[in-house]
């Protein structure tokens, strides 16, 4: 069985965290709350109701292959959401390119991603069209 989760976990596993564990062997998946190193209380994703208990039940888990583009997972515990349970933010960087294939020449293109500031191309991706 292949490592999923990391050294950063926080409690105790039950019959359940055991189920996620082998869910995301046989799936390809790295939980990812475990991998970055935080405080005790960024960690926590549920309060018990009476508010002595904390623990980390909710999990990201992402496959393999994007691992290396996961920059940081935490909890967040000031977003009002009417629940006993914190939100969870995953920090991604992702680099955008493709090869293009062109009389079998193959070369890489990168995306211009600072074009999409351009308040007409934004309008123009809300609207759906392509003028």
């Keep these: ?8 976990a926080m409690g105790n596993r039950n ?8 869910f995301c062997s046989a799936s390809g998946l790295k ?11 960024h960690k926590g994703t549920w309060r018990s109701p009476d508010g002595n208990t904390v623990n ?3 999990h990201i888990c992402v496959s393999r292959r994007w691992i290396s583009s996961l920059q940081d997972v935490r909890a967040y515990k000031g977003a ?17 390119q493709t090869i293009c ?6 070369r890489l293109l990168s995306y211009n991603v600072a074009y999409l500031n351009d308040e007409k191309v934004k309008n123009r991706i809300r609207l759906g069209s392509e003028e």
């Design 80 to 96: 009002d959401v009417a629940s006993d349970h914190y939100m969870i933010v995953a920090n991604l960087r992702i680099k955008l």
């Design 15 to 22: 019959d359940n965290g055991d189920k996620l564990i082998s």
């Design 101 to 106: 294939r062109q009389q079998g020449e193959n």
């Design 56 to 58: 980390q039940i909710d």
């Design 1 to 8: 069985m292949k490592t999923v989760i990391g050294t950063q």
């Design 31 to 41: 939980i990812g709350g475990s991998l970055f190193q935080h405080k005790q209380i």
